[in-house]
């Protein structure tokens, strides 16, 4: 009886951890196309391949990658009811977020003109990097919001919300930096500098139009949420 009780027990383990493979391939296409999708993150690996090289541009992925971590955590443990975030916080994190990319990219685009002085252009040699790579991507706090949203959709990858939540995590952080790591080897083997240069000017100017949008979007939320919004 014993016996057969803890292979009962084994089987129905095993049946909730069967990945449900027609989900795990409908999400993986999913955020294919989302990573695919120019944003501050592939703004600033690319800058940053384009200014300084591969393998500054892949320290900026690892921080990009552990914002990603980060923000899918808090998010799992909103998912489960553990934590809650304000819409108020989130936002004042927001214009946090934004005004450090706005300064990063008037920062990169000075060091772009040649007038620029040579301390200057030390001080912009910071572009990129693990801390700056991870400063940007955690400096959209929305992005928690996205995955509470993105990841109900596909929980029943597997039968165990534990479960689901590390493969579609794993999942996550792989596309993330496949699609990263591919950009940074077209820019470095497949661009000379001039056109390295050109790239990075406008992965400069797409992050301030960014930084521009979320500080409107962000202090629009604020007036939504004061009592006479």
Known sequence: NNAGSFRACVRYEGEKALINLTLLSAYSLSVLLLLVTPGPVVALVTGTAARHGARKAFATVIGTNSASLVLIILAALMLAGVVSISGLFLSLLGIAGSLYIGYGALISLRAGNPQTNAQENTVAAGDGGVIRGFITGISNPKDILFFVAFFPQFISVTQNFAASIMTLTVVWIIF???????????????????????IGLASSLFLLVISLSGLVYNVREIIHHLPYG
């Open 176 to 198: 993330d930096f496949a699609v990263l790591s591919l950009y940074i080897l077209l820019i470095n083997k497949c661009l000379s500098p001039h056109h390295s240069r050109r």
